[in-house]
């Protein structure tokens, strides 16, 4: 199996605080020699979740923007790994928390070529972090982004009417959440269950807590 030499040296907590804090659509350098490591939570396989994997620790979590897709064959829910952060950026698209590649003056995903050179996995895949419970709005801090989330107790406003998606282009469809607040659900067109009808009634919604600016959404990886 997959077995990867080195260590971390920083916690994915850590990493963030190398941005300044407060400024968006900007990009932060990383101190050489960073290394990171977390647990796989996002998967493309449905569509959803492109171009993009998220880590997590038992401190944060992180998006990392990769040039390739049908990225859930190498690397699963579950899988651990390790990234050296050397030539890799910080950036905040959107106050969204990333992970890229340095390139003529702006940041860009990693090239499906560079993979190698800075993410590694290790070991055989385990289980993925239980999912952080969220039960109102106001309970969301900065740690909370990119982190799997479990939103508790809760409905879409269109239940039973609207599909997840909009044929041609991604959209958001609002769950309010009956302890207090509302996210906005974000469906690419091309996920496998764009054309499906929101379902009716109140439960758990389980996904990856993202923003877009000043606000919440979350992206559900399959149904």
């Known amino acids: 199996?997959?077995?990867?030499?080195?260590?971390?040296?920083?916690?994915?907590?850590?990493?963030?605080?190398y941005h300044d804090i407060g400024s968006s659509d900007s990009y932060d350098s990383i101190p050489a020699g960073t290394v990171i490591t977390g647990i796989v939570t996002s998967s493309d396989e449905h569509g959803n979740c492109y171009k993009f994997i998220n880590i997590q620790d038992e401190t944060g979590a992180i998006q990392i923007k990769i040039a390739n897709t049908a990225l859930y064959y190498k690397y699963k829910v579950g899988q651990r790994v390790y990234i050296n952060c050397d030539g890799l950026v910080l950036g905040y698209y959107r106050k969204l928390p990333q992970l890229g590649w340095w390139?003529?003056?702006?940041?860009?995903?990693?090239?499906?070529?560079?993979?190698?050179?800075?993410?590694?996995?290790?070991?055989?895949?385990?289980?993925?972090?239980?999912?952080?419970?969220?039960?109102?709005?106001?309970?969301?801090?900065?740690?909370?982004?990119?982190?799997?989330?479990?939103?508790?107790n809760c409905y879409f406003n269109n239940g039973g009417q609207l599909t997840f998606s909009e044929p041609s282009t991604a959209t958001s469809r609002t769950i309010t959440l009956v302890g207090g607040g509302t996210i906005e659900v974000r469906t690419s067109n091309y996920a496998d269950f764009a054309q499906n009808i929101l379902p009716e009634g109140t439960g758990n919604i389980v996904g990856l807590l993202t923003r877009y600016n000043n606000y919440n959404q979350l992206v559900i990886r399959s149904l």
């Open 1 to 17: 199996y997959l077995t990867y030499e080195g260590e971390a040296n920083c916690t994915i907590e850590e990493l963030l605080s």
């Open 103 to 152: 390139v003529n003056g702006a940041m860009e995903a990693i090239p499906t070529a560079k993979e190698a050179v800075y993410i590694f996995r290790d070991n055989l895949v385990g289980n993925a972090p239980e999912p952080l419970s969220i039960t109102s709005t106001g309970q969301i801090n900065d740690s909370y982004y990119n982190m799997l989330v479990k939103i508790e």
